[in-house]
């Protein structure tokens, strides 16, 4: 695919892909996994090395609006032993095991990473474990700024079927099929971060749950 394709596919998905108004997840809304997550008006800051949370009821589409605050004090490995920092979004996210994520990676490589987990018939981390991942290329992208911090920032996606498409700050960087078919799980939207401190507010496309309507 040429360049000026790439844009154009990706100009397409920006008009036609985003939902006209999502949902903010509220306190009562979140489910939160594992890190401490601690609420203030409209939103949350998460300071632990590890986040992970979900808001069940919504689905198909996120924004993650947050502030990046520098390292956390403290650091840990992921589940392979490799370091990373990174803030990203969950789709589909049925459960530990079987999710699509969309990370905004720090260090030590930065940039943008679409990944699928995937494990049939897993939903414990014991049963998966590091296993199921991998990496997808898109079908066009943009690179994805750095992220520094006390810089303000939005990350959103929308997942229809086996198409995503992401923006950073209003700007198309990621569209293309996440599966050469149908996704074989499903579940909520939610967000993840890995030894980033991050001061944040999760939207998502919902029909129930409590929520404020964005404008």
């Known amino acids: 695919m040429s360049a000026s394709a790439g844009v154009a596919m990706l100009g397409a998905l920006l008009v036609l892909g985003i939902p006209p108004a999502l949902a903010r997840v509220e306190a009562a809304g979140l489910q939160v996994s594992l890190g401490a997550v601690r609420a203030r008006p409209g939103g949350f800051v998460s300071d632990s090395a590890k986040l992970r949370?979900?808001?069940?009821?919504?689905?198909?589409?996120?924004?993650?609006?947050?502030?990046?605050?520098?390292?956390?004090?403290?650091?840990?490995?992921?589940a392979s032993g490799e370091m990373r920092r990174q803030v990203g979004l969950k789709l589909n996210a049925e459960s530990g095991c079987n999710v699509v994520y969309v990370m905004w990676r720090i260090d030590p490589v930065p940039g943008l990473v679409v990944s699928v987990k995937e494990n049939p018939g897993q939903r414990l981390h014991a049963e998966c474990g590091a296993r199921g991942y991998r990496n997808v290329r898109p079908a066009s992208a943009r690179p994805a700024p750095a992220l520094v911090p006390g810089s303000r920032h939005t990350l959103r996606a929308e997942l229809t079927g086996r198409e995503l498409a992401v923006w950073i700050d209003g700007e198309p960087v990621w569209g293309g099929p996440v599966a050469d078919g149908p996704l074989e799980f499903d579940g909520p939207v939610g967000v993840r971060a890995d030894n980033a401190r991050i001061d944040w507010e999760l939207w998502g496309r919902t029909g129930s749950g409590p929520a404020s309507r964005s404008p």
């Open 53 to 78: 949370a979900v808001a069940p009821g919504f689905r198909g589409a996120a924004e993650l609006r947050f502030e990046y605050l520098g390292p956390t004090a403290d650091q840990a490995p992921l």
